[in-house]
Structures are given as C-alpha cells and as structure tokens.
C-alpha cells in the first residue's frame, strides 16, 4: 500500500468519517505482524479488532465497506489486495 496512508486522503473518502479511516489505518499496520495461515492467530486478531471497534464505537454500513474497498484497490498492490480479500473471507466465513 502506498505509504503515508495516500488512500485516506482519496476524494471518494470525504463522506466517511476520519476516525472510521483511521481505525482502519491501525487495523491494516497491525494486521501486517499476523499470521495469516494460522487461523488461531486470525481469529484472536479479529476478535480483537471488532472488541476495539466496540470500545470505540466503530461502524461500518455496507456502502462505506464496498466504497473503501474499492479506494483501497486504487492504492494497493495486488499482492496487498490479496491480503485484504483473503482478510474479508476470513472475516466473512467467521461471522456467522
């Protein structure tokens, strides 16, 4: 991902909320130390991000997550959207 969080700063973005961005921002730097295969690792740092996006009252409706998806492939690498729909899948297949 392009460095200095070039992505926040992306004019489809003006609409979300800046906490919301940089909540993000702290997830993708912490999600870089996972383990990705390990999905004991996986589960404990989801669990702790949605007790920290609780705890901050942290939201996101279904438009802002396709739109900052869809910001996040115009500054990524297609290795790092890689990372980031296998972190969906994850996420997705654990929610239930």
Do not use: G
């Amino acid at each position: 991902m392009e460095a200095k969080n070039e992505w926040m700063n992306d004019p489809d973005l003006k609409e979300i909320d800046k906490a919301k961005l940089e909540f993000l921002d702290k997830m993708f730097v912490q999600s870089t130390s996972i383990n990705r295969s390990n999905q004991k690792e996986m589960m404990s740092f989801l669990l702790s991000l949605s007790k920290l996006s609780r705890d901050n009252n942290i939201s996101f409706n279904n438009e802002e997550v396709e739109l900052i998806f869809s910001v996040l492939k115009k500054h990524s690498s297609s290795e790092d959207i890689a990372k980031m729909q296998k972190l969906s899948s994850f996420f997705r297949a654990h929610q239930k």
